[in-house]
């Protein structure tokens, strides 16, 4: 279901479906990362739900945890965003030993064009505390040796609005960019 209007990433809390139908096939990706075959056509068959949880701590610093489950409530990584740009350590069983930081963004930083379009730019989607529109994440893995930034947002993808991530991988000269888009299960 798309995403109704009062939900943006002021609060991303709830429930949140991949849709793999509107999303980019991440096979390439995950496969650029360093997942095994048989690891990716298990995701390619499931279906994975986001339980996201979204709050402000003492210090004013947003947080997003998402604990991911795949069909049949099979656990999947668990995504600890916290939006200060401070680089953190994250070890999970699916792609190792991580670091990782996360803001709110305006492009201020960005220079990949793919990640700065198909956005919506209106007031309403404003949500960070000086007017963001974005989420900025970024990760790398040095011993597989790839890189992977994030956007997350909402765009209007065939005539609806969703919550969307767009990816650009790196790994070595090899550059994949693909775009996820969740569909919204509710609180």
Do not use: C
């Not at 404003?126 to 893995?141: C, I, L, Q, Y």
């Not at 994030?150 to 209007?156: H, K, L, R, S």
């Amino acid at each position: 279901m798309a995403a109704p209007a009062e939900v943006t990433l002021k609060d991303l809390s709830g429930q949140w479906v991949m849709n793999k139908t509107l999303s980019d096939d991440p096979d390439e990706v995950l496969a650029l990362q360093g997942m095994g075959w048989l690891t990716r056509k298990a995701i390619a068959i499931a279906t994975l739900t986001l339980h996201a949880k979204q709050y402000t701590d003492d210090a004013s610093i947003v947080h997003i945890d998402i604990d991911q489950t795949t069909t049949g409530g099979i656990k999947g990584t668990t995504e600890l965003r916290t939006l200060d740009w401070t680089e953190r350590t994250h070890e999970d069983h699916v792609f190792g030993m991580l670091m990782g930081r996360n803001r709110w963004s305006s492009f201020q930083e960005i220079d990949d064009a793919y990640l700065k379009e198909g956005w919506l730019e209106g007031d309403e989607e404003k949500a960070g505390p000086d007017g963001e529109r974005h989420v900025e994440s970024f990760v790398r893995n040095e011993k597989n040796g790839w890189k992977a930034q994030q956007i997350w947002g909402f765009a209007i993808v065939e005539g609806k609005r969703y919550h969307t991530r767009r990816v650009v991988v790196t790994k070595g000269d090899k550059v994949l960019k693909i775009r996820l888009v969740y569909d919204w299960q509710g609180k």
